[in-house]
C-alpha cells in the first residue's frame, strides 16, 4: 500500500482539492417520471427521460470509469488518474497494479491533506472500451445504450436492471468524502431508465 499512500501524498501536493472539509457536495434532485407525463408524445416524453437520466450518465461519478481511452480520469474535476493507470483487457489495471492495489472493496478515509478519502467498491473497475461515454454527448451515448455490440450484449430490460440495482453503478451515490454524489438516487434514475425504454427507447436530438 506504500504505493497508494505515495500517489495520495502526490495529488495532495497537486492541489487535487475534494472540496471543503472534504465532504460531499449537496445532492441534485432528478425530477421524477410523473412529472414528464404532460409531454403527450410518446417519443418526445422518451428523450426528455433520457436526457433526464443523462444529468447521471454525465456526472463525473460515471464518466470517470467511461473514459475514451483506457486511463480513467478521477475526481469532480476529471483530472488524469494518479497514478498513473491504464487498463488491460479485463479492465481492472495492469499485471502488478490492479484496481485493487488501492481500491478495496469500500470507501477508505486518508489522512493525505486534500484527499478525504479513496473510492471502493468490491467490483470496482473501469468500464469496457466499448462502453466508453467521454467524448460522446448525450444522444451519442443513448445510441450506444441501445447497441447490443457496445452495451455489453445487453437487451434494454437488462440495461434497465442494471441500472435500477448494480452495486458499482449505485457507488455513484456513495462515493465517498469529498467527491460529489450523482443527481437524485439510484431508484429514481432506474426509474426514469425504465421509462425511457417503455416509451421507445428514444434519443434526445443532437
Avoid: Y
Avoid at 141 to 147: E, M, S, T, V, Y
Avoid at 163 to 188: C, F, I, Y
Amino acid at each position: 500500500m506504500a504505493l497508494c499512500a505515495a500517489a495520495l501524498v502526490f495529488a495532495a501536493s497537486a492541489a487535487w482539492s475534494t472540496g471543503p472539509g472534504g465532504t460531499a457536495a449537496p445532492v441534485t434532485p432528478l425530477r421524477p417520471v410523473a412529472s414528464f407525463e404532460g409531454i403527450r408524445d410518446p417519443a418526445k416524453r422518451s428523450a426528455a427521460l433520457f436526457a433526464e437520466a443523462g444529468k447521471v450518465i454525465q456526472s463525473p461519478r460515471c464518466l470517470n470509469c467511461h473514459p475514451a481511452a483506457r486511463i480513467p480520469t478521477q475526481g469532480d474535476e476529471m483530472r488524469q488518474h494518479v497514478p498513473l493507470m491504464v487498463a488491460t483487457d479485463g479492465n481492472h489495471g495492469p499485471r502488478g497494479l490492479p484496481c485493487a492495489t488501492c481500491h478495496g472493496a469500500d470507501n477508505a478515509p486518508t489522512f493525505a491533506a486534500g484527499i478525504a478519502s479513496v473510492p471502493g467498491n468490491a467490483h470496482w473497475q473501469l468500464a469496457p472500451v466499448e462502453m466508453a461515454w467521454q467524448g460522446l454527448n448525450l444522444p451519442g451515448i443513448c445510441a450506444q445504450l441501445k447497441d447490443p455490440r457496445r452495451n455489453g450484449s445487453r437487451s434494454l430490460d437488462q440495461i434497465v436492471t442494471h441500472m435500477k440495482t448494480d452495486h458499482l453503478v449505485g457507488w455513484a451515490w456513495n462515493p465517498g468524502a469529498g467527491r460529489t454524489s450523482a443527481p437524485g438516487t439510484q431508484e429514481g434514475f432506474g426509474a426514469l431508465i425504465e421509462a425511457w425504454v417503455k416509451t421507445g427507447a428514444h434519443c434526445p436530438a443532437a
